[in-house]
């Protein structure tokens, strides 16, 4: 029901409900090996945690003599491409991910946009791990009626718009939101985006108010808490919004809120991610079932925390053996560190990006004839795609060290020709995000570019010329006519992360992932020479992607 914050006299509290909440758990399953708090962050010690949460606000003081109750919701990205979804895929349904969270007992699952990282049938194997078939998975605005495997999860009632919880005899709606940028962000398939998120979670909450649902929460997944945030404005009858995939922390103000379009003030959460936070949101509610206060925060699953013993022997033990031999496989020496680093990656040409590209075109160039692709010029590499946000060695370099570097499930590709416009185009729009650090920046193999870093994004290329000796671009015009072949991962190829200039162009995969081709190419190396991967951590020092 509408929410309400009390005014003159205090309202009598009829009904607490606490919300245990978070969001981008990413697979990220293990402890932390960070020196400040070695151990913190791990599965069983985060589901232990929840536990604990649940129980105090049963058990625990309220501010009257009002019922208590509580729910659990994860607001998307329970899975994410890495060496601990590996251990999974390996071992097959039901994934290690797939235990843990069904052990946590979720009341709602919303369905983020790294859930299609690997399409909508992984998805589909993901969810059809959960043992009961009771546990529900939430988006208001998307419609899966053109994908068969999760079509028929939505027939049995595990993928929903919405869900209605019965707690302490109160009945508890949930509408769930997915970012409407998912074609853009991730690989869903024939999956149907409703760009109006307001506009689809509204006729939920109507539909649900309909039925006299008086406590109403939306669970999304906007990547941003700006976006939760200007949702409420268009909202009515929304109690509170749980949000993720922002990764923000908002430990000092939390809940954060917002005037929804009524002029009702409504709290908004969201936890930073992977494990290391549990959010605890607290409503009281008067007897019309408008809330009349809250309050939470961030509980923190430190090192001090229990472990959970199923959960450590089921899940963390086996995915620690898994890496453990994955990191044991040593594939190459490097004379330097290979920086992978996140603001590094997404804002400036790094020696682990020339890896990748580099591995990409050498993967391309070897097997273009059996797929019947052209041969390619140049390799692309989004900075977004790149994952270990870390500099790795100099020293051994391990097949665990791709698998974090490389996590996706990404496959190399190569475009059908591109006019020099279009690539034009796609060096333009890997520097467009300057000077801040973005995902669509460009890592560049097979050409060296130069750059004028303030001026206008799409005017910014100076000088193209491929590794060939062909000048594509000098002093600012474009000055070949010949189209120029690019090897890349699927994910670019069809267009994503912006790079729409390739949308109208056919490509080929090749059989290989952008991880397979990292690890190969490092293996044929050997060693990684300082000569000829030191990073390029000064603009003098660049070779590839050079500002002036």
């Known amino acids: 029901m509408t929410s309400s914050a009390s005014a003159g006299k205090p309202t009598e509290s009829k009904f607490t409900l606490t919300v245990v909440h978070n969001n981008d758990g990413e697979s990220d399953l293990l402890p932390s090996e960070q020196d400040a708090d070695p151990g913190a962050g791990s599965i069983s010690r985060f589901g232990s945690v929840v536990e604990q949460l649940r129980r105090e606000a049963l058990t625990g003081p309220t501010k009257s003599k009002s019922k208590t109750g509580v729910i659990t919701i994860t607001s998307g990205d329970n899975f994410l491409a890495s060496p601990e979804l590996q251990a999974s895929f390996d071992k097959g349904v039901p994934w290690y991910d797939t235990i843990a969270l069904d052990a946590i007992d979720y009341d709602a699952f919303v369905i983020g946009n790294h859930e299609f990282d690997f399409g909508p049938d992984v998805l589909a194997n993901f969810i059809e791990g959960f043992e009961g078939g009771d546990d529900v998975f939430l988006s208001a605005n998307l419609d899966f009626s053109n994908e068969p495997s999760l079509q028929a999860l939505v027939d049995e009632g595990r993928i929903a718009k919405s869900t209605v919880i019965k707690e302490r005899g109160e009945r508890i709606g949930i509408v769930g939101a997915t970012t409407p940028e998912l074609n853009e962000v991730t690989s869903p398939g024939d999956v149907i985006v409703d760009p109006d998120v307001a506009g689809a979670v509204q006729a939920e909450v109507d539909a649900l108010t309909a039925q006299g649902v008086e406590i109403i929460l939306v669970s999304s997944h906007l990547q941003d808490i700006n976006n939760e945030l200007d949702l409420v404005t268009e909202l009515t009858d929304v109690d509170a919004i749980i949000g993720g995939g922002g990764g923000e922390d908002i430990a000092n103000?939390?809940?954060?809120t917002a005037e929804d379009a009524d002029g009702v003030i409504v709290p908004v959460v969201t936890v930073p991610g992977d494990y290391f936070d549990v959010g605890r949101l607290v409503l009281d509610f008067d007897k019309d079932g408008n809330v009349i206060g809250f309050g939470g925060g961030l509980v923190p699953v430190t090192s001090e925390a229990p472990q959970d013993p199923f959960l450590l022997a089921n899940v963390e033990k086996p995915v620690a053996d898994y890496l453990a031999e994955l990191g044991q496989d040593i594939i190459a020496t490097s004379e330097v560190g290979l920086n992978g680093v996140r603001v590094d990656v997404r804002s400036r040409e790094t020696n682990v990006g020339n890896l990748m590209t580099d591995g990409m075109l050498a993967a391309a160039t070897a097997?273009?004839?059996?797929?019947?692709?052209?041969?390619?010029?140049?390799?692309?590499?989004?900075?977004?795609?790149?994952?270990?946000?870390?500099?790795?060695?100099?020293?051994?370099?391990?097949?665990?060290d791709t698998f974090d570097i490389a996590s996706f499930a990404n496959f190399v590709a190569v475009l059908d020709p591109v006019s020099t416009a279009d690539f034009v185009a796609a060096v333009e729009h890997g520097l467009s995000g300057l000077p801040n650090a973005a995902g669509p920046f460009a890592q560049w193999g097979g050409l060296t570019v130069t750059y004028d870093p303030t001026a206008t994004a799409g005017s910014r290329v100076i000088d193209l010329v491929l590794d060939d000796g062909t000048t594509v671009v000098e002093d600012g015009g474009i000055v070949s006519v010949d189209p120029v072949v690019v090897a890349t991962i699927d994910f670019l190829a069809g267009g994503n992360d912006g790079y729409d200039m390739f949308e109208s162009y056919d490509f080929t995969q090749i059989g290989i992932s952008y991880q397979q081709s990292l690890a190969v190419y490092i293996e044929s190396l050997g060693t990684i020479t300082a000569s000829d991967y030191a990073d390029p951590v000064n603009i003098g020092e660049r070779t590839r992607i050079i500002p002036v």
């Open 253 to 256: 103000n939390y809940p954060l």
């Open 367 to 400: 097997r273009a004839g059996e797929f019947g692709a052209p041969l390619p010029d140049v390799a692309l590499q989004n900075g977004g795609g790149i994952r270990n946000d870390s500099v790795i060695g100099p020293g051994e370099i391990s097949m665990l």
